[in-house]
């Protein structure tokens, strides 16, 4: 076979590009079919050297220098949004098409690959009726040749599926996964402790998720890419930013690694780290979508998840899988056995100039090009035992764990808002404008933050709340002269017999609202309440509170209502129920 593969023009092709997988793409492929013993002719920039018959320089390397040039180990900028990119460009296509031309020939016995697409497009339409031109390694959304290949069925389907092509018909269009080089992994059985991130710093690659799931299983997390860390490395000490790195500093990352962390929200075309890590012998935890459901065996080579019991699970349980597992797997992706599917695929196509479909092969040895090797635990059976539910949660728990990240522990707009609302509660409960209580002393239930007694006057005051707060918070407290309480209501016993109670919008977050009216009318002559009625109960409100209720808890043969009103209320596009009361011990 006579093979052309074409460089890309951004990058020079040579693994100090390692970051680039496209670049990695060209490389490997010239190496793996030379190896074959096929002819290859690598057309690219000047100073590219993969192993190739004849290496073709489209441009200089000083030319290609003065316009994208090598960023080190950062991040490779591919646009052609500049004037000299797009000239640039433009003697890529040009040079290389004449360059395709002279060595092509009219025989059609030739396959050129595109790698990449742009200016190659360019370079090789004037080609399609002496040579077969196939897109080799499409992992993007737009591709036009009439021979495709697809880095994953994942990806296949996908585009399939958006271009309407359900009904099938597209023979020559084949899946061939990406090749790695296992001499460029280090494999390695005894791994040391952290976890690792590497790729693109963006959220779209699930960067976040992976610093949370460290997080909660107490693994440090080494993050090494292209990107801004920033947002990635606030309130997160076990995160470590090493940085894009190079070809040694990666190969030492992923052997070192107890697992390597790829939870991509977007259909992943490949997500080749993932086959990296497995050669190092270092298992992926993943999401279960994309390529991913393709290069990681559930159970065996790492995880593929759902949800944050799905990745905590993992995480806990990494050191189940066996390096050698992974690195058994990954060698379904070696150059060696990736060439023979390649090889297969470019059969199919100089077939075309025979019988095409129907061109016969009695002679062939085997249908291997498609077969894998499994590691043994993937064909061990299994089993699952009996269904397991995570255990109810404590509703209460998780009401206080969302009051907790409503208000948070510092001032914020959320405290403003509330005193605000505060305002229309003081006046429903019957509270003077200027909440001078003068010497009544008050027992504030549920008293939060930012409690009315903190503006108000009085001769004594004690607030209630299992709410945490700052010291700041506890400091503004004390200066108000109010005894604050770390409790829950249900569980606390007043220190004396108050003039007056108050609780306002509190009684929906409670454990159980039977003791903590007891408690409330227990503790005080006069009682103020403010509290939202007739609502669907959630998460953060399990209760829903009836007038009901309220009129069993203070019945009138007991109290005097100096105030008792149902009503409606509307707070911005919120609005709802309430029943304010004053009442009195008789």
Known sequence: MRIFVLGLPHTVTSPRFCSCAYTMKVWNLCRMMKDRGHEVIHLGNETSHPVAD??????????????YGHPGIGFFDFSE???????FNRTFAGNMRRALEERVGDRHDAIICITWGGP???????????????ESGIGYQFPVADF??????????TLMGRDGLLQGGTWYWSVIPNAFDPEMFEYRAAPDSYFLYLGRLTD???????????????????????????????????VEYLGPVGVEDRKELLAGAAALLC???????????AVEAQLSGTPVITTDWGAFTETVIPNVTGFRCRTIDHFEYAARNIDQIDPAACRKWAMNYSLTSVAVMYEEYFQMLLNLKREGFYTPHPQRPHMNWLRRSFPQKATEDFHSGPHCAPPSPDVWEVAQQRERDWWGTEPNPRWQEEIGKQQTYARLMGLPHDLNMGSKTILDVGCGPVSMLLRATHGGAAGVDPLLMSEETKAKYAQAGVALYHAKAEDFKPPKRFDEAWMYNCLQHVDEPNKVMGMLLQSAGSVRIFEWIDMTPDPSHPHTLRVEQFERWIPPDQWTYSIWNVGELRFGHASGRYIAIHATKI
């Open 81 to 87: 949004d500049t004037p000299e990119r797009q000239e």
């Open 204 to 238: 779209d690659k699930g960067v976040a998720l992976a610093v949370d799931v460290a997080r909660r299983v107490g693994r440090k997390l080494k993050i090494a890419g292209q990107g801004d860390p920033e947002p990635f490395l606030l309130d997160a000490p076990h």
């Open 263 to 273: 939870p991509t929200y977007y259909v992943e075309p490949f997500g080749g780290v």
């Open 148 to 157: 495709r290949v697809f880095e994953s069925y994942a990806w296949l389907h």
């Open 120 to 134: 190659q497009h360019a370079a090789t339409s004037s080609l399609k009726p002496y040579a077969f031109v196939v």
């Open 54 to 67: 004849e290496n073709v320089a489209v441009t200089s390397f000083e030319h290609w220098s003065q316009v």
